[in-house]
């Protein structure tokens, strides 16, 4: 097949595990006929030094003209003023914002050699296997703001339709596992959560009577994904909770340098980023974990273009590398950005020995992936 890709390298780290994602796709167009075509834009601090705006006009139109966009990181200390007109962060949320990528999907299913780098004991990890859809485009993030000198807001606001889709998505996604939907609100105390509540049972009760759903306050939420992590299949929430949980969640896998998400809409290319964000004590330093860039690889491979068997010999190769300890100073290992990402294409290569003629799939089903392997 051919597809065009958009290429945001970003601030930080960003650049450095761009370059190997690119690299990645370089081999893997290669070894498996497919062609991959990467262009790159501006965006976060470094569109903000180059052009005075954090998502410039032309990022955003070679971004609806791909197949799908690879996002490495934006922000750090550079632009960090809470005062600033313009943020890093601003250019992120926009472009969500215009491309219509209203869930994001994060699965969590921690390596075996991981599971000593997680905080969690061992026992508690044993059948981590969770996926968290977080609504993206609503919510306070997106909602009306003021400022003031001694008084400030941040207007909370979600529409039926806006609730509907991401359940929905999530929904359809736990159908594809353990058929098991878990619903984070706030119920007890916001009325948005209430609305969630409502429209989560109405939707699920109508339209995935076969989904067994589950209902937990936020604060309850975050003490269960560390005291029962295995118990979670699939969870849906809100924009605010989705983010902070996310980040809980990571903790899980032992490390934010092994997990990738995906961004997507209804149509329309879809966002893959690590969450491990810009790092910037570690740019320019060959320190940066690129794995969780390489895995949003796999990701964009099997829900924008199909491929996925090449996203699986993409994961296996990641996860062979951690098996092998072929991994950069977080996980263990002795090894630099470039050789990291080195291994993983060696690996890649092996894999795919006398299998140049293979068919790429055809199925393009949008739903997340749970690896062999996955830390993510």
């Not at 606001?157 to 353990?178: G, K």
Request: include cysteine; aromatic fraction near 4%; charge should be negative.
């Amino acid at each position: 097949m051919q597809a065009t890709i958009t290429l945001l390298p970003g601030d930080g780290i960003g650049p450095e595990v761009m370059a190997q994602a690119e690299q990645l796709l370089t081999e893997l167009g290669a070894l498996t006929g497919h062609s991959f075509q990467t262009h790159r834009r501006l965006i976060g601090g470094a569109a903000i030094d180059a052009v005075g705006q954090a998502l410039p006009g032309n990022t955003l139109a070679a971004c609806r003209q791909s197949d799908a966009v690879l996002l490495g990181a934006v922000g750090g200390p550079k632009w960090d003023d809470p005062e600033a007109s313009i943020r890093p962060e601003q250019g992120l949320l926009q472009l969500r914002e215009q491309l219509g990528l209203f869930a994001n999907l994060r699965p969590v299913k921690p390596h075996p050699a991981m599971i000593h780098a997680s905080p969690i004991r061992p026992e508690r990890l044993a059948g981590v296997d969770l996926v968290v859809v977080r609504e993206l485009t609503g919510g306070l993030y997106f909602g009306r703001k003021l400022a003031l000198a001694d008084m400030a807001e941040d207007v909370c606001r979600y529409s039926r339709e806006e609730i509907e889709r991401v359940v929905r998505r999530a929904a359809a996604l736990a159908r594809t596992r353990r058929r098991r939907l878990t619903l984070v609100d706030k119920a007890n105390v916001l009325a948005t959560s209430r609305l969630w509540r409502r429209v989560t049972k109405e939707l699920v009760q109508r339209e995935f009577p076969d989904i067994a759903l589950e209902i937990l306050l936020v604060d309850a939420a975050a003490m269960h994904l560390l005291s029962r992590p295995a118990e979670f299949d699939v969870i849906v929430t809100e924009n605010l909770f989705g983010d902070i949980l996310t980040d809980e969640a990571a903790m899980l896998a032992g490390s934010m340098g092994l997990l990738p998400s995906a961004s997507l809409g209804n149509s329309g290319p879809g966002l893959y980023e690590p969450i491990h964000g810009s790092a910037p004590d570690l740019a320019g330093q060959d320190k940066a974990n690129p794995f969780a860039m390489l895995l949003s690889v796999a990701m964009m491979l099997e829900h924008s273009l199909g491929l996925v068997e090449e996203a699986r010999l993409v994961e296996r190769a990641v996860s062979d590398c951690i098996a092998a300890s072929e991994t950069t100073a977080d996980l263990g290992g002795r090894l630099g950005t470039v050789e990291a990402a080195a291994a993983v294409r060696s690996r890649l290569r092996s894999a795919t020995v006398g299998s140049q003629d293979r068919k790429p799939a055809a199925s393009k089903e949008t739903h997340a992936t749970t690896p062999v392997y996955s830390v993510a």
